[in-house]
C-alpha cells in the first residue's frame, strides 16, 4: 500500500505562466527550494537544494510544456525517493486549475502528514507568488 497528497485550486494567471512557475528554476527558488537547477524535458535531472544536508535530485517522469510536469525523486530521504510529484494544469474561465499530486509514500507516517501540510503552504506561496508576486524569504517558507 503506497499514499498520496492530493491538491486542486485555481491560480489566476495564465497556463504558460503557472508552467514557468512549477519548471523553471528561476521561478521555482521564488516559492520552494533555496536553489535549484534543471530543464523541463523528460528523463532530465532536476536538483532541488533547501540546505547542505537536504540537497535533493528528481528525474524529469513526464512533462508537456504548459500543461504537465511531474518528478521523480531520485536522490532524497527513506521516505521521498519511492515518490512522484507533479502538476497538471487546465485553462479555466479564471486562469489555470492546478491539480498537484505526490504519490507513492511508503508510509502515512509524521513525515507524510507534516509534507501534506508543507505542500498546502507551499502551494499557496506559489499561488500568492503567481497573483500578487509575493516571495516569501526562503527562511520563513513551510
Do not use: Q
Not at 10 to 37: M, R
Not at 67 to 72: G, L, R, T, V
Not at 91 to 111: I, M, Q, R
Amino acid at each position: 500500500m503506497s499514499y498520496s497528497i492530493f491538491h486542486s485550486f485555481t491560480i489566476k494567471a495564465e497556463k504558460s505562466e503557472v508552467f514557468k512557475a512549477v519548471s523553471d528554476p528561476n521561478h521555482l527558488i521564488n516559492w520552494w527550494p533555496l536553489k535549484c537547477s534543471g530543464n523541463p524535458k523528460v528523463g532530465e535531472l532536476y536538483n532541488f537544494n533547501f540546505t547542505d544536508k537536504y540537497d535533493w535530485y528528481s528525474k524529469v517522469e513526464r512533462c508537456k510544456e504548459n500543461e504537465s510536469i511531474h518528478f521523480k525523486m531520485t536522490e532524497s530521504d527513506d521516505d521521498w525517493n519511492p515518490t512522484t510529484f507533479g502538476f497538471d494544469l487546465a485553462t479555466t474561465n479564471d486562469g489555470t486549475k492546478l491539480e498537484f499530486s505526490h504519490v507513492n509514500w511508503p508510509e502515512c507516517n509524521a513525515h507524510f502528514k507534516h509534507s501534506s501540510f508543507c505542500w498546502a503552504l507551499l502551494l499557496n506561496g506559489l499561488k500568492n507568488y503567481l497573483e500578487k508576486g509575493i516571495i516569501i524569504p526562503f527562511e520563513e517558507r513551510a
